[in-house]
């Protein structure tokens, strides 16, 4: 099956867009369905993946534009809204693993939210809301 091809049909698709210091957008899934289609339809190549390590939670998407690259605090960023939306909500310091989208595959026969990752970076960070924007779809971009 195609990479992009997984995923629910964007009507069924409830995901969180918040804004991140720097123009930054960071997209959050809120249920299985919704994180592969984050994960396989929304996300681009180049855009960063975060999940927390260990435990139930939302894949978690920053956008990058085209010739762009986040720096270390955006990437924190990003990891902590991860942290957030995840069973680690009320937890301290929480690790999250962080890789590009084209490392992000889903393996045939797993049920829906289920992914492999390679190439990853783990971020220790606090759970943290960021500002949220709206709630509802974006479009793939």
């Known amino acids: 099956m195609d990479r992009r091809g997984a995923g629910a049909p964007k009507r069924d698709v409830r995901l969180v867009e918040y804004r991140l210091p720097g123009g930054w957008t960071v997209l ?22 975060f999940h927390v390590r260990g ?11 085209s010739g762009e690259d986040p720096d270390r605090a955006t990437l924190e960023g990003a990891a ?7 069973k680690a909500r009320e937890g301290g310091v929480v ?4 890789t590009r989208a084209r ?13 492999q990752i390679r190439k990853e970076i783990v971020l220790k960070v ?9 709630p509802g779809t974006p479009a793939p971009r």
């Open 28 to 49: 959050a899934g809120r249920s299985d369905r919704d994180n592969d289609y984050l994960s396989f339809r929304v996300a681009k190549p180049n855009d960063w993946w």
């Open 55 to 65: 435990m139930p939670g939302s894949h978690v998407i920053l956008q990058v534009p």
């Open 80 to 86: 902590a809204i991860a942290a957030f939306h995840s």
């Open 103 to 115: 490392y992000v595959t889903k393996p045939g026969g797993v049920k829906t939210g289920t992914v």
């Open 95 to 98: 690790p999250v693993s962080a």
């Open 126 to 134: 606090r759970p943290a809301p960021g500002e949220e924007v709206t």
